[in-house]
């Protein structure tokens, strides 16, 4: 009998991939309402395809006991206790290097839009109220030459550094490891610590992943020590800012603009964020684009089929324990 697979969304793959996942498994749509909802354990469901939206939790676990891969649909997994999974024998994987372009194509039109105050120009146009070009109107900061910081250079941020060397910009960088210096001179980057680049960089621009140290990383606090007039981007997880804070730098005047496509409380936003003429907001679209989100699946499956059969995923993100006293 095939392994019963739950899928929790519509998700684009190739027609290969397509063939390859229900030739292997038996797929049914879920949610997690469903399953907690069952009065007994989903005993023949060994694997899930999920994404950020359907957090798996302990209870959820409990009514899949012989779940073996739990294959993200994309790269940030602080919607899954992986120690938990580990502990449980089941493997986790996400999209690593498929989504890095996406998501740093659309650091850049963010960077640009709040730099430039296009959402306002839009709004102007859209209301038919534009009246005329004037030396003064609707000016905003140059992109090209300033000093950009990127939080957190893994893949995305490396792509985010090559894009801004075409806008002429000093790229800063800070990581809980620095590159080697070789890697440094590739990429045109130079290390600070967190302080530093937050005091010297004109835009700052986050792309590490949500834990519990860097949830709030972005705070009244730390947003005091950017230099008056920053910009503030973030396309990585909305929880590492708190928007309260933000909004009232924003109100203040001491950053200039902000760049958000993720949310603290996602799908909700700050109350106090809606309707700032400085923040210019995207509704999670990272790595929105039909060509990432297909080769995103066709990797999704690629990891549950290997976990299913007991291989190793090429992306598993953990090395579970107790593997071999479950049923292959
Ligand atoms: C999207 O935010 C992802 O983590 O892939």
Redesign the pocket.
Known sequence: MKPIVLQFDDILMTADAQEQLHSAALVQFASVDEILASPDPLLDVQGLLLN?AHPVTATLLDKLPNVKVIAN?????DHIPLPLATERGIWVT??PGM?DKAVADLTMGLIIAASRRMVESHQVMAANAFTGWTPMYQLGVEVSGKTLGIIGLGEIGKQVARRAAGFDMPVLYCNRKPLSPEEELRLGVSYRNFEQLLAESDIVSIHTPLTPETRGLFNAVTIARMKRGAILINTS?GALIQEAALADALKRGHLYAAGLD?FEQEPKVHPDLVGLPNVVMAA?I??ATNETRRA?GDCTVHNLLCGLKGEKPPAALNVPVMLSVKPL
Not at 73 to 77: M, P, S
Request: aromatic share 6%; net charge positive.
């Open positions: 950020l649909y994309g790269v940030g997994v996400n999209t989504l997880r993720v999670h990272g790595s995103m």
